[in-house]
């Protein structure tokens, strides 16, 4: 599985951003997919995960409520919609393809396979 994560830049303070995750191969859509954040200095940080069908979603505590993810199976495509964006939001966001399909330790890096190469989100003004 190949991944590629688009859509990061820089946006003021309260902006919002949607980050795309396009990957090949089929193990994709049968595998929960999530999206990490690390910021330079900082350890890496979980920030959404989606199992295999969408039905069930998993958020860090300092995204969730601003932040929404979501898949397109179809397409082989994993989004997450931020909103209310603040500076703290900044990083180099990664999208990974997890070892099953269903959350159940959507925070855990260790399960996750497949790792983009990361997209920059920069909030600034």
């Known amino acids: 599985v190949q991944l590629q994560a688009s859509g990061g830049g820089l946006v003021q303070p309260g902006g919002s951003l949607r980050l795309s995750c396009a990957a090949s191969?089929?193990?994709?859509?049968?595998?929960?997919v999530g999206w990490f954040r690390q910021a330079p200095g900082k350890e890496r940080e979980f920030v959404a995960a989606i199992s295999q069908s969408g039905a069930a979603t998993a958020y860090g505590d300092s995204v969730r409520g601003r932040f929404t993810i979501s898949r397109d199976n179809a397409k082989n495509t994993v989004d997450l919609q931020m909103v209310s964006l603040k500076p703290e939001d900044s990083a180099l966001y990664y999208c990974a393809v997890h070892s099953m399909g269903l959350l159940l330790r959507p925070y855990n890096d260790l399960e996750y396979k497949y790792w983009g190469q990361g997209t920059q989100v920069t909030v600034s003004s």
């Open positions: 191969g089929r193990t994709f859509s049968a595998r929960a």
